[in-house]
């Protein structure tokens, strides 16, 4: 629209369905939809200030159709590049997660895993802001982000069914959880075909769980499952372009 409004648009079907005759209790298949429609505007003032506004709508065969918005700013100033964000999530239950129930051996263990057809949708509020510095040699980047997660589904400790399961495990809605962290990541461009760049991320990821050893079923705000605080990255770049 004009020179300062661009409009993108668009719709999203999802299909999936699972077969598992032996896994899933009282069918052999199940299958879920999804339904999504997106509008997203960017709007450029001036040169150096853009800002990005948008919604979308979810419509899962199996949940009400929540609307999920997100804002976001970009300030440019001579070599620097300034940004903020702010949106809604939302992520529906899997297959897997809903209906999924498994009895196997892991690691010398007998474990069961088991879906919840009570599962609720996981929603988010995500926050982040950063900065960059950017040059012909050189380009470095830093973001911090904050991220709050309502009924978030993991896997938690449940009761055994069978008495032979050493570890069993059911797809529950925790009460919360939240993320933060901070993200850097850098490149230095040697010559015009080679590169040099890395990156460092650390996280804080962190939700409440029940604990069973309390009677009052204590909730517990411990780190995630299967997350890390930590993550390195280093890697080198040669480009070239043959006549």
Do not use: C
């Not at 599962?119 to 926050?127: C, E, F, R, V």
């Not at 069978?162 to 797809?171: D, Q």
């Not at 605080?229 to 080198?236: E, G, K, P, S």
């Amino acid at each position: 629209f004009g020179d300062s409004h661009t409009l993108n648009a668009g719709l999203e079907y999802l299909w999936e369905n699972l077969v598992s005759p032996h896994h899933i209790e009282n069918r052999t298949s199940v299958s879920v939809y999804t339904l999504s429609a997106y509008a997203q505007d960017e709007w450029m003032p001036s040169d150096r200030f853009i800002v990005t506004a948008g919604l979308r709508g979810v419509y899962h065969k199996e949940f009400a159709a929540p609307v999920t918005p997100k804002v976001s700013a970009l300030y440019k100033l001579k070599d620097f590049n300034f940004r903020g964000t702010w949106s809604m999530g939302f992520k529906a239950p899997t297959t897997q997660e809903l209906y999924y129930n498994y009895i196997g051996t892991m690691m010398g263990k007998l474990k069961a895993y088991y879906g919840n057809s009570d599962l609720k949708p996981q929603t988010s509020q995500y926050a982040s802001v950063g900065a960059e510095y950017i040059t012909n040699k050189f380009q470095i980047s830093v973001t911090g982000y904050y991220n709050y997660i309502h009924n978030m589904i993991a896997l938690t400790t449940a009761e055994n069914k069978f008495l032979e399961v050493e570890e069993t495990k059911k797809y529950k809605n925790l009460s919360k959880a939240r993320v933060y962290g901070a993200d850097i990541s850098l490149t230095y461009n040697i010559t015009q075909d080679i590169a040099l760049g890395g990156g460092y991320s650390y996280t804080d990821p962190k939700a409440l769980y029940v604990d069973d050893q309390y009677d009052l079923r204590y909730m517990q705000y411990i780190p995630i499952d299967a997350t890390s605080n930590h993550n390195a990255t280093l890697n080198a770049t040669w480009k070239h372009t043959w006549k």
